[in-house]
């Protein structure tokens, strides 16, 4: 059984920095895509970052030079460093993984489609 688990986020003011967690288990393949997708107040689900476990990296353009994704394969945790936070980063931020890693730009272009989702996590930017 797949498992997702978040952790990270919180509350910052503008010109700050965050650092998410996805600790993501149970996946018996290594051609997995794990991403990290937000949700503002009365907006869609809007992808950010994705990676696959060769380390290829994709991002919006709105967080490009902004934010990194990583992994750590040996832990199975995928990181999402945030700097130069801005109030429109305001969001729920859910970690989201696929099993279909060659779908992994599209899967971020399109915000939606992953497999599993975590439970989300709240990040808050104050101007």
């Known amino acids: 059984q797949v498992q997702v688990a978040e952790s990270g986020g919180g509350s ?6 965050l650092r998410l967690t996805c600790v993501v288990s149970g996946y018996t ?3 997995i895509c794990v991403g990290w997708l937000r949700q503002a107040p009365g907006d869609d ?5 994705a990676i696959k476990r060769d380390g290829y990296t994709t991002y919006t353009d709105s967080v490009k ?11 199975d ?8 936070l801005q109030p429109e980063d305001t969001a ?7 099993p279909r890693g060659d779908m992994c ?15 989300g996590i709240q990040v808050t930017v104050s101007p």
């Open 45 to 49: 689900t809007e992808g950010v970052a």
């Open 29 to 31: 393949t290594d051609n």
């Open 92 to 98: 729920i931020y859910y970690c989201a993984t696929d």
């Open 65 to 75: 030079g902004r934010f990194t994704i990583s992994r750590d394969s040996v832990n």
């Open 12 to 17: 910052v003011q503008s010109g700050g920095s």
């Open 105 to 119: 730009t599209f899967l971020l272009h399109v915000g939606a489609g992953f497999r599993h989702l975590g439970q």
């Open 77 to 84: 945790t995928v990181y999402l460093q945030m700097n130069s």
